[in-house]
């Protein structure tokens, strides 16, 4: 039986509200002093540990792999007879609008267009291979690694909740490693940091919503795009998230999730029919054999000769944006992930939303490249010009241009909407001992807290501001993660090995039950000295 503990608070969210009210009210009262602050913790972290992440980030993806194509893909995350809770499109549409969808609308355009004007690797900006270079590394940055950090903490929590009959917490998938100390202080600690990353790395992507949200507001209907109506964006979007996160994880978030696919769908197939459709295959195509072939080389890519700043700025901070997110994807996803053998599970989490992000690159930012390099429309200057209206001026481009605006304007609301509301879902869940369905009164703090951070992060440095807090908070999680790597494994472990030994207790069984019926002597037959 799973153990379904009341919603009670504890000391997790206690420590963890605390520190983050202490931030929020920092933010407010010295903008400028937190921003030098930030500064500083981010070059010290990306000079000392740029190294860390980029080998954590593989060894996550190492390990994911190997659980889909090892010898645990058969074990089922629930009781051996348990059927999924929610069909397969449900289900990937909950975690895909959890995983990355306001990220996917903000950087579609404006990253390859980013990385084509100042390519990596030393390559000439604005060339053909710069071209090639940006759409490799947008691939890169959204692809397999994201999900792998995704797929390790989900199915951590999934098997240690529904598998073993764990809590909800992050520090129940330890217990493997660490035994009843996960339900002392070292567990109390493992909690808060997940806490504390979710908090952090959750409002990155609203502040980054928020931009976008203001952007397209500001190109439709003319609004002024600036810190004040950043602020006025994200207190009404608290309030519509804090009412679907009253409605619970059956009716909003469900509901809100297969909009969020509806409408990002219709989006993707009328940018890709009334486009360069060709062109945008063709880069698919083209760019997943790139991609692939130099995974290796790029998981590894530092420039410790040149000092250059450009990974840094970019692989580094998806890195530890990922691995902020990492606790609250991974247990929004294993919340709705029951019943799904590992197998099954890796291969949804890992390889479709993969594929979907390389098509969203494809389509959105091969559109916007094809415009730039053969129909000479400057998308370079519009991404100069403001990062959050790149989007709108490439569907501009297009047929219905202003009703693709307004539909990329409702898709970013409705992302931030669902990836704030299973937020807050996921943050009562960490801070209320694991319970499965929270206070509603816990998920209204943690929504209001993180609103709050995602305000004073715009208030002391835009979107530098919201990179910074995820690069410094994505660091003592990325240890963590690691130490799960090393727990998930040795409990996959002792399972497979019971298995084994039930097995060979059954067969001796059965041989003993056909030497009965026989009539031989079990001591002194052939059989049962194999």
Same mark, same amino acid.
Do not use: C
């Given at each position: ?11 997790? =969210? ?40 980029? @080998?954590?980030?593989?060894? @996550? ?7 889909? @194509? ?33 990220? /996917? #609308? ?37 692809? /397999? ?40 202080? %070292? ?49 009404? &979007? ?63 890519? %530092? ?13 580094? =901070? ?13 247990? =929004? ?11 099954? @599970? ?48 490439? /569907? ?20 931030? #909407? ?25 998920? =209204? ?10 305000? &004073? ?74």
């Amino acid at each position: 039986m799973t153990r379904q503990p009341k919603p009670r608070l504890g000391y997790v =969210f206690y420590i963890s509200v605390v520190i983050i009210t202490i931030f929020v009210a920092w933010g407010f009262i010295r903008p400028a002093h937190l921003a030098e602050t930030a500064g500083h913790a981010l070059a010290f972290v990306t000079r000392t540990f740029g190294w860390f992440y980029l @080998f954590a980030t593989f060894i @996550f993806l190492a390990f994911a792999l190997y659980l889909a @194509f090892g010898p645990y893909g058969q074990i089922k995350l629930g009781k051996k007879d348990e059927d999924p809770e929610y069909n397969y499109w449900t289900w990937l549409g909950m975690l895909f609008s959890a995983g990355m969808g306001i990220g /996917l #609308v903000f950087w579609g355009v404006a990253e390859p267009i980013y990385h084509y004007m100042s390519p990596p690797e030393g390559l000439e900006g604005e060339s053909v291979e710069a071209a090639k270079a940006a759409m490799r590394y947008a691939f890169f940055h959204w692809g /397999l690694h994201p999900w792998a950090i995704y797929t390790i903490v989900g199915l951590a929590l999934a098997y240690a909740q529904f598998r073993k009959g764990e809590s909800g917490l992050i520090s129940s998938t330890f217990r493997p490693l660490i035994g009843d100390r996960v339900d002392g202080p %070292l567990g109390i600690g493992i909690d808060t940091l997940a806490a504390i990353a979710t908090a952090f790395g959750v409002a990155t992507s609203l502040g980054l919503g928020t931009l976008q949200i203001n952007g397209g507001l500001s190109h439709v209907f003319g609004l002024p795009n600036n810190t004040t109506m950043h602020l006025l964006i994200i207190m009404v &979007v608290t309030v519509l998230y804090l009412i679907s996160a009253s409605t619970g994880l059956n009716r909003g978030i469900r509901y809100l999730s297969n909009v969020n696919i509806s409408l990002a769908g219709l989006l993707l197939l009328f940018v890709l029919l009334a486009g360069p459709s060709i062109f945008i295959l063709e880069t698919f195509t083209t760019t997943i054999g790139n991609y692939l072939g130099s995974i290796i080389p790029m998981s590894f890519r %530092l420039t410790p000769f040149t000092q250059g700043e450009w990974v840094g700025a970019w692989t580094l =901070f998806y890195w530890a944006w990922w691995i902020a997110w990492a606790p609250f994807v991974g247990t =929004f996803i294993a919340r709705v992930s029951r019943g799904r053998t590992i197998r099954e @599970f890796v291969s949804g989490v890992l390889l479709v939303p993969t594929l979907i992000g390389a098509l969203w690159f494809a389509t959105f930012g091969g559109s916007a490249l094809h415009l730039e390099m053969f129909e000479g429309v400057s998308v370079t200057q519009a991404v100069s010009e403001s990062v959050e209206g790149a989007l709108f001026f490439t /569907l501009e481009q297009f047929p219905l241009g202003l009703w693709l605006s307004i539909l990329a304007t409702l898709l970013i609301i409705t992302f931030f #909407v669902t990836s704030a509301d299973s937020a807050t879902f996921v943050l009562g869940m960490l801070t209320s001992q694991g319970a499965l369905n929270p206070k509603v009164s816990t998920k =209204f703090i943690w929504g209001i807290l993180q609103s709050g951070i995602a305000g &004073v992060l715009l208030l002391s440095g835009g979107l530098n501001g919201l990179q910074t807090a995820s690069i410094v908070a994505a660091l003592p999680f990325a240890i963590i993660m690691l130490f799960m790597v090393l727990s998930l494994n040795k409990a996959l472990k002792a399972e497979l090995r019971e298995e084994r030994r039930r097995e060979k207790m059954r067969i001796r069984k059965l041989e003993q039950l056909i030497e009965e019926e026989l009539g031989v002597n079990p001591d002194d037959s052939d059989l049962s000295k194999k």
